[in-house]
């Protein structure tokens, strides 16, 4: 019985011993905390600090795009847009890496998880020419040299991030002999 009685009272708005304090039409003032915090933190006001990502890939989270040339394997050169995107977890980083010029496009994706003493493992794969493999390395301050391997292919690939600007080259050993790509978001 005296339970239902607290439910009833806490239900209409009333609990015993509690004093709701009201200003501007009968919104309480924790109410009113309440609904400015969730406002404050959805529309990210807090910046950067509310959603810091802590780990090596934490400078390159997001969305960037640019531009570079690509050398083909007879040693032509061709201007290629880009677009990449690194999905950032802590030790671990999902990216995608799509670049076209009027002849020729990869599509790289790899999923890489950073391990202690700066060591980086994952792997990767280039859906146009159906080709997967693995890759190996070392990074840590935005700066990573990688091998991607796998069958028939072999490249190495350095990504440096300075701020809102990234530089990424890879030199191949086959069906292209390399790409030097300038990103900013």
């Not at 339970?3 to 009113?32: D, E």
């Not at 406002?39 to 090596?56: I, N």
């Not at 790289?108 to 080709?131: C, F, H, K, Q, Y």
């Not at 935005?142 to 028939?152: D, H, I, K, L």
Request: proline content about 3%; glycine content about 14%; overall charge positive.
């Amino acid at each position: 019985m005296v339970r239902q009685r607290a439910y009833r009272a806490a239900v209409g708005g009333k609990h015993r011993g509690n004093r709701v304090v009201t200003t501007n039409g009968g919104v309480s003032n924790f109410r009113r905390l309440f609904i400015t915090a969730a406002v404050l933190f959805g529309t990210g006001l807090f910046g950067p600090a509310a959603h810091a990502q802590a780990g090596p890939f934490a400078a390159l989270a997001g969305r960037w795009a640019g531009s570079g040339t690509v050398t083909l394997d007879d040693g032509s050169t061709e201007r290629i847009r880009c677009r990449a995107t690194y999905a950032v977890g802590g030790p671990r980083m999902d990216l995608t890496l799509t670049c076209a010029s009027e002849s020729y496009k990869f599509d790289l994706r790899g999923d890489v998880v950073a391990e202690p003493g700066g060591a980086i493992s994952g792997t990767w794969s280039e859906a146009s020419r159906n080709v997967t493999g693995n890759l190996q390395g070392r990074g840590r301050d935005g700066s990573f040299q990688v091998v991607a391997s796998g069958p028939g292919f072999n490249a190495n690939i350095s990504l440096v991030t300075r701020g809102n600007r990234q530089s990424i080259t890879m030199r191949a050993e086959n069906q292209f002999r390399g790409a030097s790509i300038t990103l900013s978001r």
